[in-house]
């Protein structure tokens, strides 16, 4: 309904003000409508395409927003659910150096197999499996396996082990729904940031936990938190993951002579980036966030034709 709606509005301006696209910026995902539209007008008009891996775009939003100079570099935290990267690898949680056009990966979070492609976004207790098989944690797991049926776990350990009909994703989104269905006990959310919202709902600022997230080479590793969750009590388990990502953030950027860009769609998380703003300001670290757009994907167009202009 809303692809409709955009199709038949772009299309009346185009007739009443009769107008020619140059230029179209997209999206760099290639399943995503905005693309698809993007195609039809550039054969329509000639037109060249631009298309924009979905951080940077992000990034940029917060840069326009906050009128900085993009031709300084930033440190940029973009954490989101499943978005495509320039190699074709599934991102959403990555610590970039941006500047300008430019935009490199310095770290991003440790790969998950989703065993069924993108449809196991809904089925996040089949995340929480594979986080599992990748970490060797099946007998800290037990508890927590024994909601399966046991037909099913051998199934969907044959796709995991023959990577059939799996997807690699170092999502944060991803990991936090993983992270969800051991501490809630949920098998399937009904939409995106369902099971962020449950863990912030959990968070208690007075419990003293705080799990690790270890950095090695360029991955963040999450095997000693995701360990710890399969044995804590639920408030104690969403309290210290969620302090663990805080105090990842902070360490990370303080170790980089450059002003922070927090963006992306898991910053809605209010005990997240609270804790993250109220932590940085502790160590007189400069950050920029979105101030009158939101940090989901509703607003990334802005980033695009921020882009698309440079």
Same mark, same amino acid.
């Given at each position: 309904?809303?692809?409709?709606?955009?199709?038949?509005?772009?299309?009346?301006?185009?007739?009443?003000?009769?107008?020619?696209?140059?230029?179209?910026?997209?999206?760099?995902?290639?399943?995503?409508?905005?693309?698809?539209?993007?195609?039809?007008?550039?054969?329509?008009?000639?037109?060249?395409?631009?298309?924009? $891996?979905?951080?940077? *775009?992000?990034?940029?939003?917060?840069?326009?927003?906050?009128?900085?100079?993009?031709? /300084?570099?930033?440190?940029?935290?973009?954490?989101?659910?499943?978005?495509?990267? *320039? !190699?074709?690898?599934?991102?959403?949680?990555? &610590?970039?150096?941006?500047?300008?056009?430019?935009?490199?990966? &310095?770290?991003?979070?440790?790969?998950?197999?989703?065993?069924?492609?993108?449809?196991?976004?809904?089925? +996040? $207790?089949?995340?929480?499996?594979?986080? +599992?098989? @990748?970490?060797?944690?099946? /007998?800290?797991?037990?508890?927590?396996?024994?909601?399966?049926?046991?037909? @099913?776990?051998?199934?969907?350990?044959?796709?995991?082990? @023959?990577?059939?009909?799996?997807?690699?994703?170092?999502?944060?989104? /991803?990991?936090? =729904?993983?992270?969800?269905?051991? +501490?809630?006990?949920?098998?399937?959310?009904?939409?995106?940031?369902?099971?962020?919202?449950?863990?912030?709902?959990?968070? !208690?600022?007075?419990? #003293?936990?705080?799990?690790?997230?270890? %950095?090695? /080479?360029?991955? %963040?590793?999450?095997?000693?938190?995701?360990?710890?969750?399969?044995?804590? =009590?639920?408030?104690?388990?969403?309290?210290?993951?969620?302090?663990?990502?805080?105090?990842?953030?902070?360490?990370?950027?303080?170790?980089?002579?450059?002003?922070?860009?927090?963006?992306?769609?898991?910053?809605?998380?209010?005990?997240?980036?609270? #804790?993250?703003?109220?932590?940085? @300001?502790?160590?007189?670290?400069?950050?920029?966030? #979105?101030?009158?757009?939101?940090?989901? !994907?509703?607003?990334?167009?802005?980033?695009?034709?921020?882009?698309?202009?440079?």
């Amino acid at each position: 309904m809303t692809y409709e709606l955009f199709c038949m509005l772009t299309q009346l301006f185009s007739e009443i003000y009769e107008l020619k696209f140059d230029e179209i910026a997209a999206d760099l995902r290639p399943h995503f409508l905005n693309l698809k539209l993007a195609r039809r007008y550039a054969a329509n008009f000639s037109s060249k395409i631009t298309q924009i $891996r979905h951080h940077h *775009a992000h990034l940029l939003l917060v840069i326009l927003e906050n009128d900085l100079d993009a031709k /300084r570099e930033y440190s940029g935290f973009y954490f989101d659910g499943t978005r495509y990267g *320039a !190699d074709g690898s599934v991102q959403g949680g990555e &610590i970039l150096k941006a500047r300008g056009k430019e935009c490199e990966r &310095i770290y991003k979070f440790d790969e998950i197999l989703l065993i069924g492609g993108e449809a196991s976004v809904k089925n +996040i $207790r089949q995340i929480a499996y594979a986080a +599992i098989l @990748k970490y060797g944690l099946e /007998r800290e797991a037990e508890a927590f396996l024994a909601k399966f049926e046991p037909a @099913k776990l051998k199934n969907l350990k044959i796709l995991w082990s @023959k990577r059939i009909n799996c997807v690699q994703t170092s999502s944060l989104g /991803r990991i936090f =729904d993983a992270f969800a269905a051991v +501490i809630l006990g949920l098998d399937i959310v009904s939409y995106e940031g369902e099971a962020g919202m449950s863990l912030e709902a959990l968070y !208690d600022a007075n419990l #003293n936990v705080c799990y690790e997230f270890e %950095i090695k /080479r360029d991955k %963040i590793c999450f095997k000693n938190a995701f360990e710890r969750v399969l044995r804590d =009590d639920a408030k104690t388990a969403a309290t210290g993951f969620i302090k663990g990502l805080v105090k990842l953030v902070a360490d990370v950027a303080c170790a980089q002579d450059r002003d922070v860009l927090l963006a992306g769609g898991v910053f809605q998380n209010k005990a997240l980036l609270e #804790n993250v703003i109220l932590t940085l @300001k502790q160590k007189s670290k400069k950050y920029y966030i #979105n101030k009158n757009f939101s940090a989901n !994907d509703s607003s990334i167009a802005i980033g695009q034709i921020a882009f698309a202009l440079m």
